[in-house]
Structures are given as C-alpha cells and as structure tokens.
C-alpha cells in the first residue's frame, strides 16, 4: 500500500495541469496495482479546501469529488467511517469539510460537542457557538 500526498490526490481530482495530471493518474494507478492507496485524513482536508476556494468547485461538486476519491478501487481511508460521515454532513451542511471532520473526530472520542466562533459551523445542533 502506499500514501499518496495531497498534491498527487489533487491532480487526479482537478486536472488544472494536464502534464501534472497524467503522473499523478499513472502513480495512483500504480499504487493501486501494487496493493492500494492509502488516503489519510489530512490529505482528504487539503484538497477540499482547494477545491472550494481555488478551483471554485462548488459544495456538491466538492463532496462528490471526495466521495469518489473514497469509493476508488484499492483506496483505504484512514478513519474512514469518521471521514464518510463528516463528508456526508459537509454534504447536507454550512460549514466546512474540516469542520465536520473535527466534529465526527470528536464524537468517536466521546467529546460530541465542539465549542467554535464559526458561525456557519455554530449552526450545527453539536456545536456551541462562542456568541
């Protein structure tokens, strides 16, 4: 198995760079002949944050190109239950993805709630929003 950063993840996803985007195709496609990808929780915030505000993807768009990324043969996720959960409430929600996935995080460690000042994130009925 092997971890493929962000910007690798990136390129398979959003092509901006044709080039770029056809080595990121062959090592992905590599990793998963030679045992899989393995996606961890960093590299799965990273590219939603370039999706939304550099490539302008808007929130489907953006859920549906994580989802994929997810749903990919040979792709393991660390803490995939957590991060399929926090996708489908970015999803359905207002606030960011890394928003979510800090919530589904703290919720598998018995800390349901998350105290924040983002008002958009505040909104979510397991937040405390700091007025």
Request: aromatic fraction near 8%; charged fraction near 25%; proline fraction near 3%.
């Amino acid at each position: 198995m092997e971890t493929l950063d962000t910007n690798v993840e990136l390129r398979v996803v959003y092509r901006h760079d044709p080039q770029q985007a056809d080595r990121a195709s062959a090592a992905w496609r590599e990793a998963v002949q030679s045992g899989g990808v393995f996606l961890t929780t960093t590299v799965m915030v990273e590219p939603a944050w370039v999706l939304r505000v550099a490539a302008k993807f808007d929130r489907n768009a953006t859920a549906g190109a994580l989802t994929n990324l997810c749903d990919a043969q040979g792709v393991t996720l660390e803490d995939g239950q957590c991060v399929r959960r926090a996708l489908d409430r970015f999803a359905r929600g207002p606030a960011d993805f890394s928003n979510y996935l800090i919530l589904e995080s703290a919720r598998e460690t018995d800390a349901p709630s998350v105290t924040t000042f983002d008002e958009r994130f505040g909104r979510d009925s397991d937040t405390k929003l700091i007025a």
